[in-house]
């Protein structure tokens, strides 16, 4: 129930749990994911908007499937460390860079 206060409500748990339960079952977990986003979506977002077509970019995130698909399980080496960090602080600052520049184009 707070997943629902969040962004992307209670998509991210159920694409969590289903890479979680089929992490080693790639063609199930990608249908999954396809099927998952594809209802979800339509059940959260399409009533916010007036139509189909203005509602319909929420779908670009169906393009997750490819490097989902290409992904090997392999890790980064001697570079883990560094990759893992930067992700970690990546993520956050471009969504506050985001966030920033968002609400002070509507303040002005």
Not at 57 to 71: D, E, K, S, T
């Amino acid at each position: 129930m707070l997943a629902d206060l969040c962004d992307w409500s209670f998509i991210i748990p159920a694409w969590v749990l289903i890479f979680f339960f089929f992490r080693n079952r790639n063609k199930i977990k990608i249908m999954l994911f396809i099927s998952v986003s594809v209802v979800l979506i339509m059940l959260k977002y399409l009533p916010a908007y007036n139509s189909f077509a203005e509602f319909s970019y929420q779908y670009g995130v169906l393009l997750a499937v490819v490097p989902i698909a290409l992904y090997n399980e392999e890790r980064y080496g001697k570079y883990k460390k560094i990759n893992r960090w930067f992700f970690y602080i990546y993520y956050p600052l471009h969504m506050a860079v985001i966030e920033f520049f968002f609400f002070s184009t509507e303040i002005l």
